[in-house]
């Protein structure tokens, strides 16, 4: 039996999805990234970077370069915390932004989950949380 290496296939896998749902996006001018940051700002509201790059599991490198045309848009805004401290916070144009484009993820994720089928959308989502789990603990 041939095993295959879980982040060939997994980084696959993110490819193929990220890529319907880029497509879905794009008429909003916002990538999957970009849509999960502003839900998880919209979720969070204020924000510092660091555990926002840790709620994301992205790398800070990744997450500040991905912020910085969001805040040039003026759908986010980052700013100074305590000590040296970035915040990043949602700006009433991005929570718009996100509103419009909320119906095409919904859209598209209900199009994932039902070509999945419900007891493999749920072994997904199962197996992902441990997928998780394992490499961060």
């Known amino acids: 039996m041939t095993y295959a290496c879980a982040c060939?296939?997994?980084?696959k896998a993110s490819r193929?999805?990220?890529r319907r749902y880029d497509e879905a996006l794009s008429p909003h001018g916002l990538t999957t990234v970009q849509f999960a940051i502003l839900r998880t700002l919209s979720r969070l509201g204020e924000t510092p970077l660091s555990p926002l790059a840790e709620e994301m599991?992205?790398?800070r490198t990744s997450l500040y370069r991905t912020l910085k045309p969001m805040a040039a848009?003026?759908?986010i805004a980052v700013g100074d915390g305590a000590g040296r401290t970035k915040l990043a916070v949602l700006t009433p144009q991005g929570a718009a932004?996100?509103?419009k484009a909320v119906p095409d993820w919904r859209r598209?994720?209900?199009e994932f989950e039902a070509?999945?089928?419900p007891p493999t959308w749920a072994a997904l989502q199962a197996g992902i949380t441990a997928a998780l789990n394992a490499v961060q603990s």
């Open 8 to 11: 060939t296939a997994l980084r």
């Open 16 to 18: 193929a999805v990220t």
């Open 57 to 59: 599991v992205m790398d």
């Open 73 to 75: 848009a003026g759908w």
């Open 97 to 99: 932004l996100l509103e």
């Open 108 to 110: 598209t994720q209900a």
């Open 115 to 117: 070509r999945m089928g």
